[in-house]
């Protein structure tokens, strides 16, 4: 047994290594291949829309300032200035838009910056110091960007937005179909009483899907008793699925709330609320539970992407680092590093698949011979890149300082139920974010799936889990 136990930490050591030395060399070809691209669509941007995309690997500033917004840096946080005819808003962007170092020069840097650390000084210390007051880096906690005084001297707003949809988006009636609304709201699937229901419960999907992960799982397989008390909604979140896609959003924390507040919040006036959330969407649903705290009955996170920051870490970067490790293996984690790191890497496979969605899910159909209901296809096929790019960027990067006070705030003002699942072999999501949530909230009450994965913790499950949620909801309203 002793020799097998070796043995097998000695394989697990070899695969490690050999797993590093293999994502090295992809992800360093991976970096040249995204700056080529860089160029690419630059010239197809002119040719097919007459005018060059900035891009955040190029100019951060521009790219921001490109869509009419204002950027402003506070306490080394980046922010945006929205107008609009009424108010000004400043809200939060995620500095890993446009702070992505190539893996190359990461290393170098990190070993540049170990040896500089063993030759330190105090010496070396104070002249570090005194070379920092000397140039003007040690500043005031607030600098302006030049673009305010652009906009004081009316030279800002004046840009043409982007076309709906830009040329890399599909443009078929199914995904433009928001536009020819007057009113833009997200779309949303609600069942049961429209006058009657004692609640309501509100679906809130993960990154790059859609309500359809709810509608064809769990609507089916609610008992007629809980169909008749509960409203339900499933919703598309901005910028997914069937829901608007607008060129010139940067799918922020609040431009999300806003619109799930203007889609189900207000006009169904809802004021007793259940809220099941999965992935990203459990952000999303720690928000709008600490934003409405008195509606707010329980909170079902499926897989929640909580990582605390270690003191003195960056957040935005840790969690980056740690959701897309720039490793080959294992696929789904490939897959992360892909659509997290590369801008025009992840705008070219949503040309390829997004763009031709159609064709894809016929070939699907073709293929399995319509024997796979393909819901789960469709909601990762119907985004855009500029969407799925800023959601994953400015929510699960840029909301990583925010999330302890969150959890803080349903901790200690709260008293809805807080009920957490994951699947044991989920291999996006670890379960030790789950027991973070623990430890943060502890009345939450964690239940591990065995042999489920981000996906089928829900899919192929959704008879108990359906069960499992009418409990939920009939306990908190007994206990509220």
């Known amino acids: 047994m002793a020799v097998m136990g070796k043995t097998k930490s000695v394989l697990t050591l070899v695969g490690r290594v050999i797993n590093e030395a293999v994502s090295f060399i992809v992800f360093s070809l991976l970096d040249l291949f995204d700056f080529l691209l860089c160029y690419v669509y630059k010239l197809a941007d002119f040719f097919m829309e007459a005018e060059w995309k900035p891009c955040y690997c190029s100019s951060g500033k521009e790219a921001i300032t490109s869509s009419g917004k204002i950027l402003v840096s506070e306490q080394g946080k980046s922010k945006i200035v929205c107008l609009s ?13 446009y702070t992505r170092p190539s893996l190359v020069s990461e290393v170098s840097n990190l070993t540049v910056t170990e040896l500089k650390r063993l030759k330190v000084t105090d010496r070396t210390i104070n002249v570090q110091s005194c070379e920092k007051i000397k140039n003007g880096t040690v500043r005031s906690t607030f600098t302006a960007n030049s673009t305010i005084v652009e906009m004081l001297q009316g030279k800002i707003g004046k840009q043409q937005l982007h076309p709906i949809p830009r040329w890399s988006d599909c443009d078929c009636k199914l995904c433009i179909s928001w536009t020819s609304s007057c009113k833009e709201t997200l779309f ?14 509100l679906f809130i999907h993960g990154f790059i899907s859609s309500s359809a992960f709810w509608t064809e799982t769990l609507f089916p397989n609610f008992s007629s008793a809980a169909k008749s008390t509960y409203r339900l909604f499933a919703i598309d979140l901005l910028g997914f699925g069937r829901s608007p896609k607008p060129t010139d959003s940067l799918y922020t924390l609040r431009e999300h709330l806003d619109m799930i507040e203007q889609s189900v919040l207000e006009p169904y006036k809802t004021k007793s609320l259940h809220i099941v959330a999965h992935s990203l969407g459990c952000i999303l649903a720690l928000a709008l539970a600490v934003k409405h705290p008195g509606c707010v009955k329980s909170l079902t996170l499926l897989a929640p992407p ?27 984690a490939f897959g992360a590093s892909i659509a997290c790191w590369y801008e025009h890497i992840s705008r070219t496979i949503c040309l390829l698949i997004c763009k031709n969605h159609r064709l894809w899910e016929f070939l699907t159909k073709l293929v399995t011979r319509n024997r796979i209901r393909t819901f789960l296809l469709e909601g990762f096929f119907l985004h855009t890149h500029n969407a799925a790019w800023h959601t994953l960027h400015n929510i699960i990067c840029g909301t990583a300082s925010k999330l302890d006070a969150y959890m803080d705030a349903v901790r200690d003002h709260l008293k809805c139920d807080v009920a957490v699942f994951h699947g044991q072999d989920d291999e996006l999501i670890p379960v030790e974010c789950s027991h973070n949530v623990k430890a943060r909230i502890p009345r939450a009450r964690v239940k591990v799936i065995e042999k489920k994965d981000h996906i089928t913790i829900v899919v192929g499950r959704q008879k108990s889990f359906a069960r499992e949620l009418e409990e939920i909801w009939r306990n908190s309203s007994t206990r509220n």
Do not use: F, N
Not at 85 to 97: A, G, Y
Not at 188 to 201: F, S, T
């Open 85 to 97: 005819s009424s108010k000004l808003q400043l809200e939060e962007i995620s500095d890993t838009l």
């Open 188 to 201: 949303v699937r609600a069942e049961g009483p429209k006058d009657k229901a004692r609640e309501d419960v």
């Open 306 to 332: 909580y990582y605390p920051v270690p003191k003195g870490t960056q957040a935005t970067q840790y969690v980056m680092r740690r959701v897309a490790p720039r490793r080959v293996w294992p696929l789904i």
